[in-house]
């Protein structure tokens, strides 16, 4: 065993066996870094759209997976492999984290995201990426190996390089579903999807006003079918709300082209044109004028502000159900 002059610490030479397959791991890293990078670069405009700082995050991490396989193509040190493997297990635990409690801030806080074709094939590339890394990471290679490169270590870098191209593909193709977030989420939250980003509602959505005493209905959401075929709402409830301002009783759809968000809404004019839910409120596909929206009757009890930001829409499409956690941003100002 050699020590490091200096540093203490003993310097491991790979076993032979590793050696040969040393250029290969590394690129199999370099191909990885390169398909994530494209895919996460593919959701940056999503992202930017419903709260720039995601957008930019996007932007960041794209930018440094391309830059870190970049630098690997033309070699390896230490540094550089547990540069990439830091940020590849980094970002598989922001994915799983987004995915099982949700982020803790953002107009999405504490909601989690549904699972897509995106970001599942870009965390299994950034996993695989850790994974043949670590190896590396672990030993000191030995100079001069890499230079013999018989024709099986061609063969070996194109038929990887041939598969992570194909995934990254597979994964930023549209599913079909030509709205929503993560490409790829409709697909396991159903064709009823957000309007805007992961948000059933956007940022901008102006805030309701409200006297202490009202009973009013405040929309909550804009329900966007990207299916063939239309869907059937069932029930619908209140997963993250803030505020005392109000409290809410219960929920209606409205049919589209009849209100709008940000706007009271009678009472009157809700149970007259509204369906109630639970229910069956038959949602038709996009392209007719406006949206049918998603309303839940409050009642004003005191001065300050009422919000909602999560909300879950139990419904079924093509004989299939569906229940679907959806941020949104809804407020209610009662004075």
Same mark, same amino acid.
């Given at each position: 065993m050699k020590m490091a002059a200096g540093s203490g610490a003993a310097e491991l030479p790979?076993?032979?066996?590793?050696?040969?397959?040393?250029?290969?791991?590394?690129?199999? /890293?370099?191909?990885?870094?390169?398909?994530?990078?494209?895919?996460?670069?593919?959701?940056?405009?999503?992202?930017?759209?419903?709260?720039?700082?995601?957008?930019? $995050?996007?932007?960041?991490?794209?930018?440094?997976?391309?830059?870190?396989?970049?630098?690997?193509?033309?070699?390896?040190?230490?540094?550089?492999?547990?540069?990439?493997?830091?940020?590849s297990l980094a970002t598989i635990w922001l994915w799983?984290?987004?995915?099982?409690?949700?982020?803790?801030?953002?107009?999405?806080?504490? !909601?989690?995201?549904?699972?897509?074709?995106?970001?599942?094939?870009? $965390?299994?590339?950034?996993?695989?990426?850790?994974?043949?890394?670590?190896?590396?990471?672990?030993?000191k290679p030995t100079p001069g190996r890499e230079a013999r490169k018989p024709p099986v270590w061609?063969?070996?870098?194109? /038929?990887?390089?041939?598969?992570?191209?194909?995934?990254?593909?597979?994964?930023?193709?549209p599913t079909g579903?030509?709205?929503?977030?993560?490409?790829?989420?409709?697909?396991? $939250?159903?064709?009823?999807?957000? !309007?805007?980003?992961?948000?059933?509602?956007?940022?901008?959505?102006?805030?309701?006003?409200?006297?202490?005493?009202?009973t009013l209905g405040l929309v909550v959401g804009q329900l966007r079918n990207c299916g063939s075929d239309p869907v059937t709402v069932h029930s619908a409830r209140v997963i993250t709300a803030s505020g005392s301002a109000a409290f809410g009783s219960s929920f209606w759809v409205v049919p589209s082209g009849l209100t709008q968000p940000g706007r009271p809404i009678s009472t009157s004019f809700l149970h007259r044109d509204g369906t109630p839910l639970p229910g069956e409120a038959t949602i038709e596909t996009e392209g007719s004028a406006g949206l049918p929206t998603l309303v839940l009757e409050v009642r004003a009890v005191a001065s300050g502000s009422f919000f909602v930001n999560g909300i879950e829409i139990t419904y079924a499409a093509l004989g299939r159900a569906y229940t679907s956690p959806y941020a949104t941003v809804a407020e209610l100002s009662v004075g």
């Amino acid at each position: 065993m050699k020590m490091a002059a200096g540093s203490g610490a003993a310097e491991l030479p790979a076993p032979a066996a590793l050696q040969g397959w040393r250029p290969i791991l590394r690129w199999a /890293a370099v191909f990885t870094l390169w398909g994530a990078a494209a895919i996460h670069a593919s959701q940056i405009r999503n992202h930017l759209d419903e709260w720039p700082p995601a957008g930019l $995050t996007f932007l960041g991490l794209a930018a440094i997976e391309a830059a870190l396989g970049a630098v690997l193509a033309f070699g390896e040190s230490f540094s550089l492999t547990m540069g990439a493997i830091a940020v590849s297990l980094a970002t598989i635990w922001l994915w799983a984290l987004s995915r099982t409690i949700g982020i803790p801030f953002g107009p999405d806080a504490g !909601i989690p995201e549904p699972v897509g074709r995106p970001d599942l094939m870009a $965390t299994v590339l950034e996993t695989v990426t850790a994974l043949v890394l670590i190896p590396l990471a672990a030993s000191k290679p030995t100079p001069g190996r890499e230079a013999r490169k018989p024709p099986v270590w061609y063969l070996s870098i194109g /038929a990887i390089g041939l598969l992570t191209a194909t995934l990254t593909w597979f994964a930023v193709q549209p599913t079909g579903v030509v709205c929503g977030g993560h490409g790829g989420a409709p697909l396991l $939250t159903g064709p009823l999807v957000p !309007i805007d980003g992961h948000s059933i509602l956007s940022r901008g959505t102006p805030t309701t006003e409200a006297r202490v005493g009202e009973t009013l209905g405040l929309v909550v959401g804009q329900l966007r079918n990207c299916g063939s075929d239309p869907v059937t709402v069932h029930s619908a409830r209140v997963i993250t709300a803030s505020g005392s301002a109000a409290f809410g009783s219960s929920f209606w759809v409205v049919p589209s082209g009849l209100t709008q968000p940000g706007r009271p809404i009678s009472t009157s004019f809700l149970h007259r044109d509204g369906t109630p839910l639970p229910g069956e409120a038959t949602i038709e596909t996009e392209g007719s004028a406006g949206l049918p929206t998603l309303v839940l009757e409050v009642r004003a009890v005191a001065s300050g502000s009422f919000f909602v930001n999560g909300i879950e829409i139990t419904y079924a499409a093509l004989g299939r159900a569906y229940t679907s956690p959806y941020a949104t941003v809804a407020e209610l100002s009662v004075g």
